[in-house]
């Protein structure tokens, strides 16, 4: 079994800063990838930021230079910090993980978190 778990969602002003984690625990033979979505009422889900290979990062267009994603590897934990937040971010934060269990370690497959919910308001 696999699960990935989020916190450190909430309520901020605008403006504001919040710190978002996900763990993932369980049966895991290898992290390929690790990234959050976002989904807000009514509208899509869409990639906020992700890992690529080599250990670069992607960010969504309305994100950069406010949201960077970061990770510790040893704990299996992937972050979001969000800085300068508006009331647009809000929404579900979503991580997902596209990993390999130690129960089938040739075949990836993507986990998700059961999400997080960011509200920016005054």
């Known amino acids: 079994q696999v699960q990935l778990v989020e916190s450190g969602g909430g309520l901020v002003q605008p403006g504001g800063s919040l710190r978002l984690s996900c763990a993932a625990s369980g049966s895991i033979f290898r992290i390929d990838v690790m990234a959050w979505y976002r989904q807000a009422p009514g509208k899509q889900r869409e990639l906020v930021a992700r890992f690529i290979s080599g250990g670069s990062t992607v960010h969504g267009d309305s994100v950069k230079g406010r949201f960077s994603i970061s990770r510790d590897n040893a704990k299996n934990t992937v972050y979001l910090q969000m800085d300068t937040l508006r009331p647009e971010d809000t929404a579900v934060y979503y991580c997902?993980?596209?990993?390999?269990?130690?129960?089938?370690?040739?075949?990836?497959?993507?986990?998700w978190g059961q999400g997080t919910q960011v509200t920016v308001s005054s």
């Open positions: 997902k993980a596209r990993l390999r269990s130690t129960a089938t370690p040739l075949f990836p497959r993507d986990y």
